[in-house]
């Protein structure tokens, strides 16, 4: 069973998005600030990371920053209210972040893009690339 852990201050985004993951079969672990969030990554090494950018202690850039220097496969997705456009969007692109998800999002196209990943990195490993 694949492994998301959701980092996300909102209760009712959090609730949502964990709704829609376990329907879909996922195993999820919420955590509820950056300083929660770095704390599973590292001991859980999630097979993906949903967060969003502004939250209490650190932020969605941090978190980034933090995964991809440590665990770098982990795929992190960011949902944010931010538009693509704005400048820490961009800053977390250049910290290697995998996606993006502007909210309100539409929750097929967040599973979606979830899927992706998993489909991906199986068709990858068929080929052992």
């Given at each position: 069973m694949k492994r998301?852990?959701?980092i996300e201050d909102d209760k009712i985004i959090i609730n949502i998005i964990d709704f829609l993951l376990k329907k879909e079969g996922y195993e999820t672990f919420i955590a509820r600030d950056g300083n929660e969030g770095i704390e599973k990554i590292f001991s859980l090494e999630p097979d993906l990371i949903?967060?969003?950018i502004m939250m209490p202690y650190r932020s969605g850039l941090e978190i980034t920053a933090f995964s991809k220097k440590n665990y770098p496969n982990?795929?992190?997705?960011i949902v944010s209210a931010l538009g693509?456009?704005?400048q820490t969007v961009i800053e977390a692109f250049k910290l290697g972040v995998d996606d993006f998800v502007t909210k309100p999002f539409?929750?097929?196209e967040l599973i979606l893009r979830?899927?992706?990943f998993?489909?991906?990195k199986e068709t990858l490993s068929l080929y052992h690339i």
């Amino acid at each position: 069973m694949k492994r998301i852990l959701l980092i996300e201050d909102d209760k009712i985004i959090i609730n949502i998005i964990d709704f829609l993951l376990k329907k879909e079969g996922y195993e999820t672990f919420i955590a509820r600030d950056g300083n929660e969030g770095i704390e599973k990554i590292f001991s859980l090494e999630p097979d993906l990371i949903i967060t969003d950018i502004m939250m209490p202690y650190r932020s969605g850039l941090e978190i980034t920053a933090f995964s991809k220097k440590n665990y770098p496969n982990i795929p992190v997705i960011i949902v944010s209210a931010l538009g693509k456009e704005e400048q820490t969007v961009i800053e977390a692109f250049k910290l290697g972040v995998d996606d993006f998800v502007t909210k309100p999002f539409n929750p097929t196209e967040l599973i979606l893009r979830v899927k992706r990943f998993f489909i991906e990195k199986e068709t990858l490993s068929l080929y052992h690339i």
